[in-house]
């Protein structure tokens, strides 16, 4: 059975940053695509941002270009998120997800059906 574990949410203000981190046990995930999510109040889950399992390629919605970076730790079978910039847009529950299938490209990866297993959420709060 595979966990996901996330950390590092929180009560910031704008333009400040976080870093969530997103811990696997069970099982290594370490070929698969790993992928973090979102829900904001009265909102649907939104991708955010996805990386495949060598590190070599990323993916993230147009909203946060340029202020998250998502990165993978194999030998820790961890993935981070690196927020910076943040808004009080970015508030929301924010859920790691793994693809064991690792599916990839025409927009697969932004599709959260595609994810198999899914931490329990880590929330930001960000203040304006």
């Known amino acids: 059975q595979v966990q996901l574990v996330e950390s590092g949410g929180g009560l910031v203000q704008a333009g400040a940053s976080l870093r969530l981190s997103c811990a696997a046990s069970?099982?290594?995930?370490?070929?698969?695509?790993m992928g973090w999510f979102r829900r904001a109040p009265g909102k649907e889950r939104e991708f955010v941002a996805a990386?495949?399992?060598?590190?070599?390629?990323?993916s993230y919605v147009e909203s946060v270009k340029d202020r998250f970076t998502i990165s993978r730790d194999n030998a820790q079978n961890t993935v981070y998120l690196q927020m910076s910039s943040l808004k009080p847009e970015d508030t929301a529950v924010y859920y790691c997800?793994?693809?064991?299938?690792?599916?990839?490209?025409?927009?697969?990866?932004?599709?959260?059906?595609?994810?198999?297993?899914w931490g329990q959420g880590t929330q930001v709060t960000v203040s304006s």
């Open positions: 997800a793994a693809n064991s299938r690792r599916q990839w490209g025409s927009l697969t990866q932004t599709m959260g059906t595609n994810y198999d297993y």
């Open positions: 069970g099982r290594t995930l370490s070929t698969a695509v």
């Open positions: 990386i495949t399992w060598n590190g070599r390629s990323t």
